[in-house]
């Protein structure tokens, strides 16, 4: 009877080290929750910046406008017979 005592003893000690100590431990289960977390704010962000982008595209693709504007205020181009004043404070 004791030695079936001292096996479920020993059974218990190394589930218990499985548990708060060894590979797929409660410890590195939380460090994975946290990174996923971290994780699903950078795939957040990241979601964003693409929808913007994406809107930047199809408004550029759709009309000469954007494209325009983007000109004038990027590569600092101006029309033909068009007069150009940069005002220094």
Do not use: P
């Not at 797929?24 to 964003?48: C, F, M, P, T, Y």
């Amino acid at each position: 009877m004791r030695t079936f005592i001292f096996v479920l003893i020993l059974i218990l000690i190394g589930l218990q080290y499985k548990l708060w100590i060894g590979d797929g431990s409660l410890v590195q289960w939380q460090q994975l929750e946290q990174k996923i977390d971290a994780q699903d704010l950078e795939n957040d962000r990241l979601q964003i910046r693409n929808r913007a982008i994406e809107a930047d595209i199809i408004e550029l693709q759709s009309g000469d406008q954007a494209l325009e504007e983007r000109a004038r205020h990027e590569l600092g181009m101006v029309k033909n017979n068009e007069v150009y004043y940069q005002f220094v404070e």
